[in-house]
């Protein structure tokens, strides 16, 4: 069903409510348009709740809808909402209506930490649980195109239609495994990700600073700054206003005229109060006291010690996760390893091991950062199990 009425919508929300008081989960999946444009429009939004006699679900277009009755919904933190690889979904919720998804369990993120690797499709997954094959035909639709054929809404439904089943059976490992606080923990990491705020100001570490010293650097700051509400007043991606090469270019050149800026390699043909706005950020910049300029790197080549430390620690966190049947990916990813690295070499200046260090906290601390540690300050050492063949740290 295609819910295009607010009238429809309004009863389908209640429908909905009912059914969750009773228990049931809400599963919501999201379709949007994002090329060529700075804020990803929404274009239909999937909802589908199960019942002892089969399911509530419809399609929602909401170009002409008022989706609040939905959004308190799916922002009731006593609901369990569905999704899978539901980073892009909650985002576009919170940019959208400034909605944050809660109590949120994403399939994608469960199968990671049941051996099904990392960042399975939900295509795949569907057919390894279900033994379901779902069609791909319209894969790359474009979503915003009006009207929606029945075609195109049975195959919208059908990212909806199997998140059910995948949850109460991915839930029901997960409990029996003790791994579901594990897998809560990155469902709300991925919650708090969704609703952060973007900081102009810090849109210009995205670039490849390198060569850079502190002044190109305010510079850069600046009209990076400038770039990115330049893009989002106009809804253009910001490359689209002045390529990064550009931007980069202008911070070492630092032009004071019109004719200077367009004299820059890769600088288009910007509008004048465009680029009147990018000499006014340069000229901020540059009169900036120079204490408040960024730290530029230092260039100087990293400890040689850093890639063995790292080689020998990611030995040890394969094994585990190969053992566990974790994606490695969630357990150890490469800059976790090097933060960690990084953190021991600095002889633990930091202090206290910080967000960076995740790795020594939470269920990664648990079953592997912990023991990395012991490694590291030569109170284990490794060794192949002869029972699983496996690397395996043993105390020194």
Not at 179 to 201: M, Y
Not at 230 to 250: C, E, G, N, V, W
Request: glycine share 6%; net charge negative.
């Amino acid at each position: 069903m295609l819910i295009s009425k607010q009238s429809q919508l309004d009863s389908f929300v209640q429908d909905l409510r009912a059914a969750t008081q009773k228990g049931a989960p809400l599963a919501f999946d999201t379709e949007f348009l994002s090329e060529k444009r700075y804020f990803a429009r929404l274009c239909l939004v999937q909802v589908l709740a199960p019942l002892e006699n089969g399911v509530i679900e419809a399609a929602i277009d909401p170009f002409d809808l008022d989706l609040a009755p939905l959004l308190a919904l799916i922002a009731d933190e006593s609901v369990v909402k569905i999704v899978h690889s539901g980073s892009s979904d909650l985002q576009i919720l919170w940019q959208s209506f400034e909605t944050p998804a809660r109590n949120v369990f994403d399939t994608q993120i469960a199968a990671a930490f049941l051996g099904f690797g990392h960042q399975i499709g939900y295509a795949d997954l569907v057919r390894k649980i279900t033994a379901t094959s779902l069609s791909k035909t319209m894969q790359y639709t474009d979503w915003s195109v009006r009207p929606l054929s029945a075609e195109q809404i049975e195959y919208a439904l059908a990212d909806v239609r199997y998140l059910p089943p995948l949850y109460f059976h991915l839930k029901s490992e997960l409990e029996r495994r003790g791994r579901l606080n594990w897998a809560i923990t990155e469902f709300e990491r991925g919650q708090q990700k969704a609703v952060r705020v973007q900081n102009d100001e810090e849109s210009y570490k995205r670039l490849n600073l390198s060569g850079l010293n502190r002044k190109p650097l305010a510079v850069l700051r600046e009209i990076a700054r400038v770039r990115e509400e330049l893009a989002r007043a106009s809804d253009k991606p910001p490359s689209f206003i002045l390529p990064d090469l550009a931007l980069i270019q202008m911070a070492r050149q630092q032009p004071k005229t019109i004719a200077d800026l367009r004299a820059v390699r890769g600088v288009p043909g910007i509008p004048d109060h465009q680029a009147k706005r990018f000499l006014a950020a340069i000229q901020t910049a540059l009169e900036s006291d120079p204490k408040t300029w960024p730290v530029a790197h230092s260039g100087e080549r990293p400890d040689p010690r850093l890639e063995s430390i790292v080689a020998l620690l990611g030995v040890v966190a394969g094994a585990r996760a190969t053992a566990q049947d974790v994606s490695r990916n969630y357990l150890a990813p490469r800059d976790a390893l090097f933060a960690l690295a990084n953190w021991w070499l600095s002889g633990r200046d930091n202090g206290t091991p910080d967000e960076e260090l995740s790795i020594l906290s939470d269920w990664r601390g648990e079953i592997l950062g912990r023991d990395l540690l012991k490694l590291l300050d030569g109170d284990a050492v490794i060794a192949l199990d002869k029972a699983t063949g496996l690397p395996e740290l043993r105390a020194n």
